[in-house]
């Protein structure tokens, strides 16, 4: 098939902009063929571009003959370009369609499509993923990243009101962040280096030059685990506090979590819609739970921990029957935390840490960090850590190194408490996991 040029021609209004009140007006509209309908006497097709779609009706005696023509050529999701006057129509979707006069077809696509772009043909999450552009057309899955688009906008505008500047740390790193295997190894020239698990050691530095500083960032954990919540390389909000506690930053991080949910709530109500998703704005301050509450939760529902142990998974989803909106719980084992978590003085085997949940998924740890370089020493030795692997470190404490707090948040997993999504895939728009790394 012989193809049309864009030419001259620019885009004069959106699809979804597209209203009864444009009667009679001449418009340029670009897009893809969502649906094709001939119906004898009349024909037409549906034009969506990222703002919605229209209805192209091209009715006998009213369109030029070689706009019939080409419209016999059309197939889904053709990238057409459309040259039409509006014209009122209450039959039509939205109550408006365009009678064209000019018809460009500027690409076709290849048959049969590896999936149904409208979302009518259900098609399982790898499917999805290996075509993934196709399946962002999805009206479901084209909500989700709009949503992303405004909970990033609002983490950021929220942060820097609040007096925090925004900072980028290395990916490229010498020595684990926080120990551990969890590390991706990378040849770097002569010598091994592994991509960043954390910007935890960096943004606790750059605190004693600007005092708060955030981040919005990829990482990287080569975790084996393959759950609905786990992927490889993730987005990582990220704030750190000089002279603040666990508690300082607790609130910040409701407040930021209560700003976010009441912007996606008035910016996006269309795409919640279109997911069928209501998120209440969630009134502070959230619930506070300590690792020894949540224990005792369980135990009455017949799930045993053992003190000192992370909350496995089937006592996660426990919780979560019990608690099914954000809380925070607080006061966790010192043994559980990573090295640079405070212990509290009175009671050393527990520290100045917290987990944001929501229903059973965490959300974000944080909490009171060491500022005293013999305290962060001890604490290396004691979780089988070198304190000489983080010379480059420790020796930042030298120069003055104030109280200080912070925590990190995980971008996806807010997404699926906002979005109602039960995997984490859905709300990535490329995931790496164990076995994905295409497309």
Not at 48 to 64: A, C, F
Not at 247 to 276: F, G, I, P, S
Not at 399 to 413: I, T
């Amino acid at each position: 098939m012989e193809l049309d040029q864009q030419g001259s021609w620019r885009r004069t209004a959106y699809a979804g902009e597209v209203n009864a009140d444009q009667e009679g007006s001449e418009v340029i509209v670009f897009g893809w063929v969502q649906d094709v309908r001939d119906l004898g006497g009349i024909k037409f097709f549906v034009l969506r571009d990222r703002s919605g779609s229209v209805q192209v009706t091209l009715p006998r005696g009213k369109v030029p003959e070689e706009v019939f023509e080409k419209f016999d050529k059309l197939q889904k999701e053709f990238v057409v370009g459309v040259k039409g006057v509006v014209r009122r129509m209450e039959k039509a979707p939205r109550g408006v369609e365009i009678i064209p006069n000019e018809l460009r077809i500027l690409n076709v696509t290849k048959h049969p499509l590896p999936l149904d772009p409208t979302g009518r043909t259900p098609a399982d999450i790898d499917t999805r993923l290996n075509a993934r552009i196709l399946d962002l057309r999805r009206p479901e899955s084209n909500a989700i990243f709009r949503i992303a688009h405004v909970v990033l906008q609002s983490i950021r505008a929220f942060l820097s009101q609040k007096g925090f500047i925004e900072v980028q740390t290395p990916k490229i790193i010498a020595s684990a962040t926080e120990g551990g295997a969890a590390l991706f190894p990378i040849a770097y020239f002569d010598r091994e280096a592994f991509l960043a698990q954390s910007p935890q050691l960096y943004k606790e530095q750059l605190i004693a030059a600007f005092e708060k500083v955030f981040e919005i960032g990829p990482f990287f954990r080569a975790e084996e685990s393959h759950t609905n919540r786990h992927i490889n390389e993730f987005i990582s909000v990220d704030i750190e506090e000089a002279f603040a506690d666990a508690k300082d930053v607790m609130r910040t991080l409701e407040e930021l979590v209560q700003h976010v949910v009441k912007e996606v709530n008035e910016k996006c109500k269309a795409e919640l819609n279109t997911l069928k998703q209501e998120i209440p704005v969630p009134e502070l301050p959230l619930m506070r739970i300590t690792y020894d509450e949540a224990l005792e939760i369980l135990r009455k529902k017949g799930v045993e921990v053992s003190w000192g142990e992370d909350i496995p998974t089937p006592g996660l989803r426990a919780l979560g029957q019990e608690l099914p909106g954000f809380y925070f719980i607080v006061d966790w084992p010192t043994a559980t935390r990573p090295f640079y978590i405070k212990p509290y003085e009175d009671r050393p085997h527990l520290c100045e840490s917290f987990d944001l949940m929501h229903s059973w998924i965490e959300l974000a740890s944080g909490g009171t960090r060491i500022h005293q370089r013999e305290e962060l020493e001890k604490r290396l030795v004691e979780q089988g850590l070198n304190p000489a692997s983080f010379e480059f470190h420790l020796k930042v404490f030298e120069y003055g190194m104030p109280p200080h707090a912070g925590w990190g948040l995980g971008l996806a997993r807010l997404l699926m408490a906002i979005t109602g999504r039960d995997n984490i895939r859905e709300v990535v728009l490329f995931p790496r996991d164990r076995f994905r790394l295409t497309p």
